[in-house]
């Protein structure tokens, strides 16, 4: 079990779509201190890939807003589960799919002049010279 795990438990708990807490709170929640990345904004993302604690909000439904690091507060907010971050699950399912999962993520970002032969060699002597 997670020592974040009981901040999870808190969350699902709750019955209102906003929960303001001070990282003291969750500190108390939690029986531990917040690691010194409680500082760090990135800390506080939503990026499932982030860290630990930022798995069990998610995994209870909420994102956080409103970080203020300074006065050590924020809002946890309850989101629709469509709307999460993908899940490790979510990328499984994307690997075992036929495309790649960035297949189209830059389609008309990039416009070829007419003309221009991508397959060319741009440099065509590259193999009639002599290193000295």
Do not use: C
Not at 124 to 132: K, Q, S, T, Y
């Amino acid at each position: 079990m997670s020592k974040y795990a009981p901040l999870g438990q808190f969350l699902r708990d709750q019955d209102s779509d906003e929960v303001a807490m001070t990282f003291a709170q969750i500190e108390r929640i939690i029986g531990a201190k917040l690691p010194r990345s409680q500082y760090d904004r990135g800390w506080w993302s939503n990026n499932p890939q982030n860290n630990v604690m930022t798995r069990v909000w998610l995994g209870a439904g909420y994102l956080t807003k409103e970080v203020d690091i300074r006065h050590r507060k924020l809002v946890f907010r309850r989101i629709d589960a469509r709307r999460l971050p993908p899940s490790n699950d979510d990328r499984k399912r994307a690997a075992i799919s036929s495309r790649h999962p960035l297949y189209g993520w830059l389609k008309g970002t990039v416009r070829i002049a007419p003309g221009v032969d991508l397959t060319e060699p741009a440099d065509p002597e590259w193999g009639n010279r002599i290193d000295e």
